[in-house]
């Protein structure tokens, strides 16, 4: 009843038709911009107050803004729950994940702990746990392996002459390549947010990064496999790497270490049952039980007291150093070798970072800075470095635990790092004996909702066939050519779509919807009338240097008028009519020189009634040009004469004029789509655009000169402020196209032709609808 009162009622518009210029006066366009200049933004910038000092600070250290106002007994008590149950999960994740980074495992719980301290302090976040991820670890591991291979550091035994490996020298090296890297990437977070570049991940799209970090998930599967199996394939690298490694797992399979493929299968069986018991009991469960924990625990006890290592060959993760590492300088000599690698961990790093900190902050109400969000995660990435961590990022299974025990700020990141220190400190060494099949299948379970991103295919397919041929592109490059080549290739295949888009646009022709001032496309709305006459051409994209030309064509196509063939034809027609008057000419003053004239010079009277008359010859001559050449005020409308043309033309190839109307009746009828072809204006509604190239300009310029030609009048309309402010400084309006040919909508314009045409000045339309209404113009 609410809606039909609201719908109920009329109303009225009265007014002149506006054009640009008419604008300008009624809505008093203002002279000047109400933005300062320059010089005043530069002053403003370097003055300094209280106020901006204190914004400035708040803004650098977030932490400033919070902690004052914590309140132990709101927050208190959530935190150090979330906190617990956080640093829970980061001890078995940081140890599987640094197996990822092809790092020892203790450098995982590093991983875990600095990044963490640091994003507390620097960090908009309330929710996120920032810490290792999956993604970022594989990404790690594939420079580090690329650098540090194996083949690197073997040598032979003097004793039998066997190859024998230097593990510590390789992990050591290892370890100096993550953290150069990771200082690196850091750095390059730090400088981006600092020139306010974080939008810089809206060029990573939804679907790329879904995409991307699916073929992650992939690398990370085929990575953990010679773990499950105990088994030690050959590394390979660059294009198609995945492909060559998984054919030689394959080849290794008959020598599978059967202890560890058991330990694996038990570890994955637990895992997963008792997550899905976590997923169907969650809401009756006060905290998820810390299965992962449970499963490294009783592994290590079973390896420990089987001796799983000696007896069986049972991989395990051998000695962890007690305490923490001291800080100490990245090498910079590795920066040029991986710089590329850094910079793609740095953006993945942080579209991943601020995609979840957004979701966070849109759910419970507060603001994500994007540009502050990058400076954090670049300084923690940079501090970790210098104490031999790796590139972190917030993880979402961790982040969706911190918020549903009931996290409300970064306290409790500060908890799970003094469990992660604990650890570190007096119950490292006890996982010497942990087999790193069983960290392996952490890692698989912990991937589920990484492949559950499939099912974007069957929603993709329904909804937006673009975005899905993104999605498998960025698949299928990251899969095949590795992550860092993958990125980029899917960053520019995700852009090459935005162009193709832009170059396709959908071109449509408007009619009026009668009794409104509402026009649509005549091809979607039964409804929706042409004007006749009137030819109204809308794109529904902006108009720029890749789309012109295309824009031109499809205007041609559409309206039906064919200015190149029209303009040829007039110049042909021009200098038809000048041969014949040249012969007419000559052949009346041939026939002067004999018949017409006097001894005296003069014509004769006669004669000069007949060529003022002019005789029956002349007048049939001048027939073909009445039919082509039809005055309207004075001028020719060659558009309305298109359907003549023809006449013509069998005039001059001696065919019959019937004949020849026939055949021009039927290629115009093809052209024009069943629309009168007595066209006198066309109507460019610029509302889509946002802003026009010098291209643009140009093409305008040109249709405005060739349809003046053969007399069409071109309007333009709805264009927004900033696109009449750059026509304006191309100098595009000038005395032969002045701002009156601009209009405020299309219906001014409209209005306008029709009463150059000579229509009714006032026409009133009524709607006959719930919410009535009556333009008046």
């Not at 559409?558 to 042909?572: A, C, F, N, P, Q």
């Amino acid at each position: 009843m609410g809606v039909e009162e609201q719908r109920a009622g009329k109303f009225y518009v009265e007014r002149d038709v506006l054009d640009e210029l008419c604008l300008d006066q009624v809505a008093r366009r203002r002279t000047h911009s109400t933005t300062p200049p320059l010089k005043e933004r530069v002053k403003d910038s370097l003055r300094c107050s209280m106020p901006k000092l204190k914004r400035c600070v708040l803004s650098t250290l977030p932490v400033l803004s919070w902690l004052p106002r914590y309140s132990v007994r709101d927050n208190g008590l959530g935190d150090l729950i979330s906190g617990i149950s956080v640093g829970i999960m980061h001890l078995p994740q940081g140890m599987a994940y640094a197996l990822l980074a092809s790092v020892p495992p203790v450098f995982g719980l590093y991983t875990s702990f600095y990044p963490v301290l640091v994003y507390c302090i620097f960090g908009t976040s309330r929710h996120i746990s920032i810490g290792t991820f999956a993604v970022i670890s594989i990404m790690i591991g594939s420079v580090t392996e690329r650098l540090a291979p194996d083949s690197g550091f073997t040598f032979l035994n003097g004793t039998n002459g066997t190859a024998v490996l230097d593990v510590t020298a390789r992990d050591a090296y290892r370890v100096q390549i993550a953290a150069s890297t990771t200082v690196l990437s850091g750095l390059f977070q730090v400088l981006l947010g600092m020139v306010r570049f974080g939008f810089v991940v809206t060029y990573l799209s939804e679907p790329l990064v879904r995409g991307y970090t699916t073929g992650a998930a992939t690398h990370v599967v085929i990575s953990q496999l010679k773990y499950i199996f105990g088994i030690h394939p050959a590394r390979f690298s660059g294009p198609l790497s995945q492909v060559y490694i998984l054919i030689d797992i394959c080849r290794h399979l008959p020598e599978t270490n059967i202890g560890a493929l058991v330990v694996s299968l038990v570890a994955l069986v637990v895992l997963i049952v008792v997550k899905e018991l976590n997923s169907c009991y969650e809401k009756k469960l006060p905290l998820p039980i810390p299965i992962e924990l449970i499963v490294i625990v009783a592994a290590t006890l079973i390896s420990y007291y089987g001796n799983l290592n000696s007896q069986y060959d049972v991989a395990v993760v051998g000695e962890i150093p007690r305490g923490l590492k001291s800080p100490s300088l990245p090498d910079v000599s590795l920066w040029g070798t991986v710089v590329g690698d850094a910079f793609a961990v740095a953006i993945v790093g942080y579209a991943i970072n601020i995609s979840l900190g957004k979701t966070f902050g849109l759910k419970h109400g507060y603001k994500v800075d994007s540009n502050q969000e990058l400076v954090a995660l670049g300084l923690s990435n940079t501090v970790g470095g210098f104490f031999q961590c790796y590139s972190v990022t917030s993880s979402m299974s961790r982040s969706l635990i911190q918020e549903s025990t009931g996290g409300r700020t970064q306290v409790a990141g500060v908890v799970s790092s003094v469990i992660v220190l604990i650890t570190v400190l007096q119950l490292g060494t006890l996982f010497g004996e942990l087999p790193k099949a069983v960290l392996s299948c952490i890692v698989f379970v912990n991937l589920k909702g990484m492949f559950k991103q499939y099912l974007d295919i069957p929603a993709l397919w329904k909804s937006n066939t673009v975005d899905l041929l993104v999605w498998l592109v960025t698949l299928v490059c990251t899969i095949l050519l590795n992550l860092d080549l993958g990125l980029a290739a899917s960053i520019a295949f995700s852009l090459l779509t935005v162009i193709f888009r832009t170059q396709l646009p959908r071109y449509s022709i408007l009619g009026q919807v009668p009794g409104t001032e509402l026009y649509l496309d005549t091809d979607t709305y039964e409804e929706a009338k042409e004007i006749p006459g009137i030819t109204i051409f809308r794109s529904s994209t902006t108009v720029y240097y890749t789309n012109a030309e295309l824009y031109l064509d499809a205007l041609q196509k559409k309206s039906g008028i064919d200015v190149g063939k029209l303009l040829t034809r007039k110049k042909e027609i021009d200098a038809k009519q000048k041969r014949k008057d040249k012969k007419e000419e000559k052949k009346a003053k041939k026939e002067n020189g004999v018949n017409g004239h006097l001894p005296n010079g003069t014509v004769h009277p006669e004669d000069k009634v007949d060529v003022e008359k002019g005789s029956p010859d002349l007048k049939g001559n001048r027939t073909d040009i009445a039919l082509t050449d039809r005055p309207t005020n004075g001028q020719v409308n060659w558009a309305y004469e298109q359907q003549w043309t023809g006449l013509d033309l069998g005039s001059e190839t001696g065919s019959h004029g019937d004949d020849a109307i026939t055949q021009t009746s039927s290629t115009v009828g093809e052209e024009k789509r069943g629309r009168s072809s007595d066209t006198h204006t066309i109507i460019l509604d610029l509302s889509t655009a946002s802003f026009v190239d010098t291209v643009t300009v140009m093409m305008l310029n040109n249709i405005f000169r060739d349809y003046r030609e053969i007399d069409i009048d071109i309007y333009l309309a709805g264009c927004q402020v900033c696109v009449v402010e750059q026509l304006s400084r191309a100098s595009f309006f000038s005395e032969s196209i002045p701002k009156s040919r601009l209009f405020t909508t299309v219906h001014d314009a409209v209005l306008h032709s029709l009463r150059l045409q000579g229509a009714p000045d006032v026409p009133i339309y009524e709607c006959a609808l719930d919410m009535a209404c009556t333009t008046k113009m």
